[in-house]
């Protein structure tokens, strides 16, 4: 009973948002980074709009900022779909290294084809390699009951270490602590819009990002597959007298989960940096997309516009440091905060209760 | 004789790491025997391994040699603890996801002591190393005997800490009152309730003694290990920690077994280091040692599958008992 | 007597949920050493009220008072202080501590800083050989009977020093003979000066155990009765609210040929040692209604699920008209004519979260009409969801709300709504009125007579006799997985399905009457 509760709570909590509670989780986690800031002696003001100047303060920023919404953007998606299907993946930070790690090598290791062939080849091979890993979890969630949770947790882990070594084996560049340039025939940057923003780095990536969206919600609420998924999601046991293979719709959720967060390591590999470094921790990107989904409240526009937000909090962080002397980990604070919010609803609810008690007075059931 | 030697250091060294993990599973142990999921583990950890650096620092500012390490145990203590009131009052009593609670403080943990270092140590990414850390305490007549003495009886006061938390966790919680009524608020919160037991009480005491022990459990990384703060001082023992707690079961002995064990993984690859043949062991192996092991734990592949406290995971609403 | 204190005097208890009142100025009085019943049916109120009397719920208004004494009942622990305790109909025990360690939890007997487990197991054994409860103090509570489990709830109670026993629907999950066993528990706890209420809406337990019996009505109190003075018909009258015919108006068409065999069908259990369900055998005719009897537990479910293709056949097989169905999954089965109507309605029938129209589709979205190569065709499934809600009469604020926001009563009619529009040819109704006010069973009945009339295969499982005698054309009975025996409509009588429900293979009748 447990089990089929909480799945059950892990979608009605995020969906039944009200529009009111990630804005004003917005201006809370502004507001906690303020009295961070405040307490560590900057002036706030000064650095958010030292942020803001950062972020709209040329061509290659506004790319350069393009540039860091799109991880954000697909990790958001990826956890989003999973919550849909009633699934918690808070493991897309192993998908995203495994899709890293996969383009990297057949970026890398395939030599002999052309563009148009390669860098398909590449992308469409990291996103299956994070989609897999998505697999196992969902594997081990709906055919052996292990909560997906722990399971991912340990899966990102794994991931990292399996990285680590299959790119310092396969890839290494001599000498260093990361592998060598990914072949140009697999490249995914877009280099005449890259002259064009003053060398930021621009890539296919968030093109692949906006269609993914379109496709999140056509395959969640146009088509049969996704009316099963979003069944399983909210309740597992009617989906199942319905006729609804609940195992195996769980199992694909996570595979399409892993497999956008899988395409968000691709692009970064074969769109932006052409190399992938051994690495001690993860990049955070993964967890980055559970604060995306969840202030986004599951729907692909809210993902859209939270990573557009994110993004725009993490690039402009540098010229806060620049230009304000503040650390950069102040936005991940406000990230957290945010999340935070979010997630204790109860919190912004108390703030606006007043208004709305009366709206909120009828859903109740009578016991 | 050599042999024998490498093999007592090695196992001593096993305990050191093993310590931190002790501390960190039996945090998590009471906290999910309660009833609530503590995801949160390494951010507590990362508290505690802050304010052992920043306590020690301070004590040794004002002039303290040898208290010092003490009061950053209790530093690190009072800001795990932090992270713990968080954990309790978002889930326990607005009864938030516990799982993203405990998402939200690792990320915060990780930022804010971060944050602050850089604020107090004018930029820099890690405190200043500490002159006074822990000293190994050799127990008399015991360390003296042969191989035993190296290996277990010679080493941080922490680490004996950790050896007395194992009966002394097991006995409260199978052996005494509070014991049996925090298990009950962790399997059957509505059972425990309409006897009359303060279900929101108990797992608020859980929790906070979760953020204390894992708060302990940071605290000996900095002042046994590494004798600074940064962001690398626990970088994923907290989930090596709540491995380990699942891997033990949910239950202190078990997790002694699996925090020896994987505290053995982490001291071998330290260990191996000094041989030449070293180079040729995929070490991220055994980096991935822990994780794999649970995972197939879990998944029923070795031994039987095991589940976790039944209520665990899932905030208590009186109004549907 | 009448002299005396009350030991529990209600006095205009009021108690409101959003948009409802569930206890509207109830008063009452439970007088020392009396069995007191509290009557009515699913929703009036009964559960509401005694949850104020143990501190779970706290009323709007009014008062309580213990033995004279007004009191305020914050929670369990000030009502168990005042010697009040709750035999829960959802039992609250920790499945994995002991019978002793369930008991005593809360106030442990102590020997220094140690729970005292050898006289916390002598003081359980002590009770319950004083009041005739037998239980072994040492075992799990997941290794015990559900009887056993009550047992151990209701020492619970005793071991608190409750002078004051409340009991919510204790029969709802016992056997017949468990029941009756109860029966004396109650006559005996009685007898030794404790004070009883009993929530129930079975009239036959309340005429034969109460002293005394409470009406309760839409959350008010219609009438306090001495049970010795009055009669079921009149209880059901007052619960109800008007004269109950038990009598459906519909004609009765006589069954065709049969639909549905079900040979020899046998399920193993989790641990294999013992078989849920063991060679069941039977088979339903066209315009049929085939009744299971039986406590519930019996292997009711795993039988449904093991038709429906939910749960695995280890043997024996399920045939619909000509079709063999042993081995198809749960999707072939409902495209082949079978439909459910499931005894939990919100966790297995529903999906609260979708739209009304959404919910409309639950078991026909693969349909062709509701959409092409993959994708949904919005519009039919509005269309479609429309058409149902009015002809089935389901109410709600449009079909673009929530399932939740709908009643009990009207998620109900949206499954019979769907599962009858399908046209299958056999439907599986389990407890279909389940928790409905009598408005509401009397259209679930005559749906089903309809669907019977109009030629499908029902088998109808109840818990309730009366249901069963009013709609079957003949009763099975099921224990302990198996089948002990089935009646023609005419031939049925408490006494045999009685027996049968304890497990009495019935003597000369034999299964496959076709």
């Known amino acids: 009973m447990s089990e089929n509760q909480s799945v059950r709570k892990w979608s009605r909590i995020f969906v039944a948002s009200s529009i009111w509670v990630p804005i004003i989780a917005i201006i809370l986690g502004l507001i906690c980074g303020a009295i961070v800031m405040w307490i560590g002696g900057f002036n706030a003001w000064d650095a958010y709009s030292a942020l803001f100047k950062k972020v709209f303060g040329s061509k290659y920023d506004i790319g350069e900022t393009i540039r860091t919404i799109t991880p954000l953007l697909f990790t958001g998606l990826s956890v989003g779909f999973a919550f849909r299907a009633g699934l918690f993946n808070i493991g897309a930070d192993g998908q995203f290294i495994m899709g890293m790690t996969g383009a990297t090598i057949l970026g890398i290791k395939i030599d002999f084809l052309p563009w148009i062939l390669h860098a398909p080849i590449a992308v469409l091979g990291g996103m299956i390699v994070g989609g897999l890993w998505g697999a196992l979890a969902g594997y081990l969630k709906s055919s052996r009951g292990v909560n997906e949770v722990i399971s991912c947790i340990m899966l990102n882990w794994i991931a990292l270490y399996l990285s680590n070594y299959l790119i310092r084996t396969l890839v290494l560049k001599q000498g260093s602590q990361r592998s060598e340039e990914i072949q140009s025939s697999a490249s995914m940057s877009i280099d005449w819009l890259s002259k064009a923003m003053d060398n930021a780095r621009m890539d296919w990536g968030i093109v692949f990002g906006l269609i993914c969206t379109s496709l999140f919600y056509i395959i969640l609420w146009r088509t049969k597959q996704g009316y099963e998924l979003r069944a399983v999601g909210f309740n597992p046991e009617a989906a199942r007298f319905s006729g609804i293979n609940v195992s195996k719709n769980m199992l694909k959720s996570m595979m399409i989960s892993g497999m956008i967060a899988g395409l968000g390591g691709v692009f970064e590999v074969l769109g932006v940096f052409h190399y992938q470094v051994i690495s001690a921790a993860s990049s955070g990107y993964g967890f980055d997309g559970i604060a995306v989904a969840l202030l986004g409240g599951n729907h692909p526009v809210g993902i859209l516009l939270s990573s557009i937000l994110f993004g725009v909090l993490t690039y402009g962080s540098a010229g806060m440091n620049f230009t304000a002397g503040v650390p950069t980990e102040i936005v991940r604070i406000v990230i957290g905060c945010v999340i935070f919010f979010v997630a204790s609803q109860g919190l912004i609810q108390m703030l606006y209760k007043p208004f709305t008690a009366r709206r909120d007075a009828k859903r109740k059931e009578a016991a | ?321 | 007597m009448g002299q005396a204190v009350p030991v529990v005097e209600l006095k205009g208890i009021t108690k409101r949920f959003p948009g409802i009142v569930a206890n509207d100025g109830i008063s009452l009085q439970l007088r020392k050493g009396e069995i007191h019943a509290l009557l009515g049916e699913n929703g009036a109120g009964k559960s509401t009220l005694m949850s104020i009397l143990f501190g779970l719920y706290q009323p709007d208004e009014g008062e309580i008072h213990i033995n004279g004494a007004k009191e305020t009942i914050d929670g369990p622990g000030k009502a168990i202080k005042l010697g009040i305790g709750m035999v829960h109909q959802h039992f609250k025990l920790v499945q994995n501590f002991t019978v002793a360690e369930n008991i005593v939890l809360g106030i442990e007997p102590r020997r220094g800083m140690s729970i005292n487990y050898r006289k916390a197991n002598d003081r359980v054994r002590e009770l319950s050989e004083q009041y005739g409860l037998k239980v072994d103090p040492t075992v799990q509570v997941q290794e015990i009977t559900v009887g056993m489990q009550q047992r151990v709830e209701i020492l619970k109670t005793l071991y608190r020093g409750a002078e004051i026993l409340i009991f919510d629907e204790p029969t709802a999950v016992l056997t017949v003979q468990e029941i009756q066993e109860l029966m004396q528990i109650l006559r005996n706890l009685a007898a030794e000066g404790k004070s009883i209420i009993l929530i129930t809406h079975k009239l036959k337990e309340i005429m034969e155990v109460s002293d005394r019996v409470t009406v309760i009505r839409r959350g008010k109190v219609i009438d306090t009765l001495v049970t010795a003075e009055t009669n079921e018909s009149e209880l059901a009258e007052k619960m109800v609210g008007r004269r109950v015919s038990f009598e459906l108006e519909q004609e009765r068409c006589e069954p065709g040929e049969v639909l549905v065999k079900i040979n020899n069908l046998t399920v193993h259990g989790s641990d294999k040692s013992k078989n849920i369900l063991e060679d069941i055998t039977f088979n339903i005719r066209a315009g049929e209604i085939y009744g299971l009897a039986g406590v519930d537990g019996n292997g009711q479910r795993e039988l449904v699920e093991a038709i429906t293709g939910i749960r695995q056949i280890h043997a024996g097989g399920v045939t619909l008209g000509n079709v063999d169905l042993t081995q198809a999954g749960v999707r072939e089965r409902m495209v082949a004519g079978i439909a459910q109507i499931p005894e939990d309605r919100q966790k297995h029938g529903l999906v609260l979260d979708f739209k009304v129209s959404e919910n409309m589709v639950l078991t026909t979205y693969k349909d062709s009409r509701f959409g092409k190569n993959g994708f949904l065709n919005e519009k039919e499934i509005e269309r479609h969801a429309a058409k149902l809600t009015s002809e089935f009469d389901v109410r709600s604020a449009g079909i673009h709300v929530s399932m939740r926001s709908l009643s009990g009563g009207n998620q109900q009619k949206a499954i019979i709504a769907r599962e009858l529009t399908r046209d299958p040819q056999l439907l599986i109704a389990v407890q279909p009125t389940r928790g409905l006010d009598i408005g509401a069973i009397q259209f679930v009945h005559e749906r089903l007579m309809q669907a019977k009339n109009e030629g499908k295969a029902i088998l109808l499982i109840s818990y309730e006799l009366d249901e069963l005698y009013k709609m079957s054309d003949r009763i099975a009975v099921i224990n302990e997985g198996r089948i002990m025996g089935e009646l023609e409509r005419d031939e049925v009588d408490d006494e045999k399905l009685g027996l049968m429900m304890a497990g009495n293979i019935l003597g000369s009748k034999d299964g496959g009457a076709a």
């Open chain 2, 1 to 321: 004789m050599d042999w024998l030697n490498d093999i007592a250091n090695l196992t001593n060294s096993t305990f050191v790491f093993t310590t931190a993990l002790i501390f960190g599973a039996m945090g998590g142990l009471f906290s999910e025997r309660s009833g609530v999921f503590n995801i949160g583990l390494e951010g507590m950890m990362t508290g505690g391994a802050f304010g052992a650096a920043i306590g020690a620092y301070y004590a040794e500012q004002s002039g303290l040699t040898s208290s010092a390490p003490w009061l950053g145990i209790l530093a690190g203590i009072a800001c795990s603890v932090v992270f713990a009131l968080l954990l309790a009052y978002t889930t326990v009593t607005l009864k938030a996801n516990q799982a993203i609670v405990g998402v939200v403080i690792n990320i915060l943990a990780v930022a804010v002591t971060l944050y602050l270092v850089k604020v107090i140590f004018n930029g820099a990414g890690d405190t200043d190393t500490l002159n006074n850390v822990l000293d190994k305490w050799a127990i008399p007549v015991l360390s003296d005997i042969p191989f035993f003495g190296k290996a277990l009886f010679n080493t941080y006061p922490t680490t004996y800490m950790a050896y007395l938390l194992v009966p002394i966790s097991a006995y409260v919680l199978y052996k005494t009152p509070f014991g049996l009524r925090l298990r009950s608020v962790g399997e059957h919160p509505g059972a425990a309730d309409t006897v009359g037991i303060n279900v929101i009480k108990y797992r608020y005491i859980g929790v906070i003694l979760s953020g204390v022990l894992a708060g302990i459990g940071g605290a000996t990384i900095t002042l046994t290990t590494t004798a600074n703060f940064s962001h690398t001082t626990v970088s994923g023992q907290g989930f090596i920690a709540l491995a380990a707690m699942i891997f033990g079961r949910w239950n202190p002995w078990g997790v002694l077994g699996a925090t020896f064990f994987f505290g053995m993984a982490q001291a071998l690859r330290n260990f191996v280091k000094l041989y030449d043949w070293s180079k040729d062991i995929p070490m991220e192996f055994l980096y991935m040692l822990p994780y794999v092991l649970t995972l197939l734990v879990l998944a029923g592949a070795v031994g039987k599958g095991v589940k976790g406290p039944a209520a665990a995971g899932e905030a208590y609403d009186p109004s549907k008992r």
